[in-house]
């Protein structure tokens, strides 16, 4: 079950100007689901893209990039549920294209003013004519007051919707942030596509765009997925329509970081909603790794606890044992650490110090810590001052029941 | 339960002349079960190790190399289940020591001709008082032919005892090996402490002893180890004790490869049958990856492979979602892949080829391969002619279950 999350209603999702949003039942795995998804944006907009290192990625992630790069201005995102469209070669490029390619002859576009997105099983064939059947429809329902549907339209093995909103002032105007994301689980971060849409209406230019979604995935996509580790389809999208009103935000402008700060809270939650729903999670972990000399080596430690699956089925059990939690710091690669220097916290019990368990260390103590739905990770490397946050779940016996299941 | 993988027979594991072994039920965590071993070795025997590269590493994994540096001469192992000594700071080495000290004195040796081992849990204090209790029980039964008892002693989740013998002829002598080994699990390679110990009445010089270990631990238990991933008492040692009469092997010696390879297909059987009893283990998996430039990019390829619970889960479910492996390849880290060049096999079944699914591939044939208890993943990664190799198990509902429990 998800760990302290809730879909959100229906009107906490505010509207974007300039931002439509459609959704199908196309069938393309299961019947009677919301499978394809439609986003357009109105001329002008503003559109910037992170996605996956893994070098197996998708063919939409191809085109993405590509479409990207052309600068024709981007108008519509095509979201499929069901199909990764990963290792699938050529055919893929071409399958993916073939999509871009219908949407825009019903939209009155070029295909390269729209980025496709696929999600769900690799290595087999996009099923295109399912797809393409199905946008009249998601076109047909294309409204500014779509985002729950939408959030909804991009599921796979996600309980729950993900989406949040926040409005900010920006020379005087209110301005508009509305985001969306899916991942269906997090417990090692190669498991899952994670896919991250947030619009805002305000006015900023294409370089602060690039600068803020750089800056906000580092913060949170970024602390929950290990560089080189990701899927073949993750992707976040930031769009700015510039309808609000204010005053062009660049790199310079003095509300630059307002603007930054508002994507990037928006991000964070997004990203920590896909830990919660994390496959078979029963519990949010919160490691935080500070007393570095660099923040390199406190994500390499942060990222050793997050991803044992020792550490993982002991937070499950609830069992204090945290020897484990240890062992992961001393496999992390951390060059010349002073293990006897170094301080481990659960929440704000004091575990162990001096290579050992704190003297004054009781388990009921962890015990009790343990038994939370949400539980801090804390480590003092005591050698820097600088430091690193990553958010994971449990290790459950779901978790293997979901992922062995999958397909059937 | 354990995948094609029996406990020996007592009359197959041979005795090694100069090598006795007793046990003792010392009660260190549990009641009821062997969980003292002492070694004993003939004076001039000559002995050699590899530990873990975990910086939070076991008090007795920091006892042994400083006893091998001081060439003292080691006579003895001592090994204790039900507790590792590991994240226990100056007290555990203290403990640690005083278990060598007490056993010294009983054998007339000194504490640093003895090797200290343990494996269970980590973070509590080594009760030295119930081992040295144990320890006149375990001399007490000293005899060679009794390593079946001693492969039951170092078990600790581990189902089977894990042990086998060769005999091969040095300069005219008849010599034997006898190795032992416990872990309870690879699924992850830092989830379990691994001990092996092989011995052989072989005579052979330190140097060369030293070298076959590094040669032998390479093909077999790094094979199922990442290193710097290890646990924090990983240890094998080799020992061999001169009394087979043959001509001392050097490294030098005609015989020299005949003697590391007998002791490489020791470690590779111990080692396998690690795996073979993987915690939750329903599958036996060998991951071959081959057309390397280098050994190093084949490994973290069969790794990124061997460690996914994403592939895992699949392979519990003998689902061949095969598109899970290519998204681990993707992202292993191979700097330059070309996706597009490489090649993927299920047992004999060509599954991927041209970055997607090979044209000829039908699911039944992955479906057919899947169902077996052991499985080979085969990868050519088409740029050039280095391979390797890493062998693995399945993920399933009892890895948690252990995992969850294993204090309990």
Redesign the interface.
């Known amino acids: 079950m998800p760990v302290n999350l809730t879909a959100p209603q229906a009107s906490a999702l505010l509207p974007v100007k300039g931002v439509k949003l459609g959704f199908a039942e196309a069938h393309v795995r299961k019947p009677n689901r919301k499978d394809v998804l439609v986003v357009t944006l109105t001329e002008g907009s503003h559109v910037a893209g992170v996605f996956t ?5 998708a063919a939409p992630v191809l085109l993405c990039q590509d479409f990207l790069k052309q600068k024709a201005g981007i108008r519509a995102l095509l979201v499929n549920t069901g199909c ?1 469209n ?7 490029l071409q399958r993916a294209k073939q999509s871009c390619e219908a949407l825009s002859q019903l939209l009155g576009l070029q295909a390269n003013q729209i980025l496709p997105f696929s999600t769900g ?5 996009l099923p295109v004519d399912k797809i393409v059947a199905g946008l009249p429809a998601a076109i047909a329902n294309l409204k500014e007051d779509n985002w729950l549907n939408a959030a909804e339209a991009i599921m796979t093995t996600d309980i729950v919707a993900k989406g949040t909103s926040r409005q900010i002032q920006l020379s005087g105007k209110t301005v508009t942030l509305t985001g969306i994301s899916k991942g269906s689980g997090m ?2 971060p ?2 899952a596509t994670m896919l991250g849409y947030i619009a805002t209406d305000a006015a900023v230019s294409q370089a602060a765009l690039e600068s803020i979604i750089r800056y906000a995935v580092n913060k949170s996509f970024n602390c929950i997925t290990v560089d ?5 389809n993750d992707s976040l999208i930031l769009m700015a329509t510039h309808l609000a009103g204010n005053t062009e935000i660049a790199e310079a402008s003095p509300e630059f970081a307002v603007l930054r700060d508002a994507f990037t809270e928006v991000a964070i939650e997004l990203a920590q909603a896909i830990v919660r729903d994390g496959e078979g999670a029963t519990k949010f972990m919160t490691v935080q790794v500070e007393g570095g000399r660099d923040e390199v080596e406190c994500r390499k430690v942060a990222y050793a606890i997050a991803h ?3 550490i993982k ?2 937070f ?2 609830s ?1 204090p ?4 939690i ?6 992390a ?2 060059e010349g ?1 002073d ?2 220097a170094l301080k481990l916290y659960l929440g704000d019990v004091l575990v ?1 110090e ?4 704190a003297q004054a260390y009781q388990e009921e103590q962890g015990a009790a810590v343990m038994k939370a739905a949400e539980i801090l990770v804390r480590v003092d490397l005591a050698r820097g001052n600088a430091q690193s946050t990553v958010w994971t779940c449990d ?3 779901d ?3 979901i ?6």
Chains 1, 2 share one sequence.
């Open positions: 290192r893994n070098q197996f990625c990764a990963a290792g699938t070669g050529d055919d893929g099983v690799i290595l087999e064939p417990i090692h190669n498991m080189g580790d990701t899927s073949t044992s699956p020792l089925t002991a499950f059990a069992d044992n945290l020897g484990r240890l062992a992961a710091i001393g496999y690669g951390v650490l293990v006897n162990a001096h290579g050992g368990r290790f459950s016996y978790y293997v029941k992922n062995a299941d999958y397909r059937s």
